[in-house]
Nanobody
Framework: QVQLVESGGGLVQPGGSLRLSCAASGITFSMYAMDWYRQAPGKQRELVATISSGGNTNYADSMKGRFTISRDNAKNTVFLQMNSLKPEDTAVYYC?????????WGQGTQVTVSS
């Protein structure tokens, strides 16, 4: 059974930081490209960052310089370090794993940026 379980969300003040984790099981994690997406209320789900199986990374323009995606294949976990958070970063954050035609999503973790 494949599971992607996000954690690390919560309430943070503007300018603060959070580190999200997504722990995978039931897949050969090292062979999967891993992405972080987010969805704010009333908006479409959008891509935040991606990391290939080889460790190459890409970011949405609005996240460049603030967010960092990384992976630990030994722990089957992908991370999203988020710094300088803004109220507009408030959303549910999801991880996604992709390999060929196989696509798996986590259940999401809420991030709220508010004073």
């Amino acid at each position: 059974q494949v599971q992607l379980v996000e954690s690390g969300g919560g309430l943070v003040q503007p300018g603060g930081s959070l580190r999200l984790s997504c722990a995978a099981s039931g897949i050969t994690f090292s062979m999967y490209a891993m992405d972080w997406y987010r969805q704010a209320p009333g908006k479409q789900r959008e891509l935040v960052a991606t990391i290939s199986s080889g460790g190459n990374t890409n970011y949405a323009d609005s996240m460049k310089g603030r967010f960092t995606i990384s992976r630990d294949n030994a722990k089957n976990t992908v991370f999203l370090q988020m710094n300088s958070l803004k109220p507009e970063d408030t959303a549910v954050y999801y991880c996604k794993g992709t390999r060929d035609s196989w696509v798996f999503w986590g259940q999401g973790t809420q991030v709220t940026v508010s004073s």
